[in-house]
């Protein structure tokens, strides 16, 4: 393996470190404490090609009221 290799090789696994403890140490966008009764779940896509998607979600921290968002409107 050449020289080059050698630093392009190490180089790519130093930046992947890099990300990887930026990304743990990130804040999270919303924080749980603006509403004590829900959680904030967040999904962060990215596709690697420029494209990708952030989403965030609040469900009720209540196991009924959770529970109740999966019945149908029209059941009692």
Partial sequence: MSLF???L???VFVM?????VIGQR???TEEDDSDPDYHTLR?????????GSVRTW????????YA???VPKDKS
């Fill in 68 to 70: 109740r968002l999966f």
């Fill in 26 to 28: 990130r804040a999270p």
């Fill in 58 to 65: 609040k469900v009720p921290k209540d196991p009924q009221e």
């Fill in 9 to 11: 090789v190490v180089g």
């Fill in 43 to 51: 999904s962060d896509y990215q596709s690697g090609m420029g494209g």
């Fill in 5 to 7: 290799m050698s630093f």
């Fill in 16 to 20: 992947t470190a890099v990300v990887a």
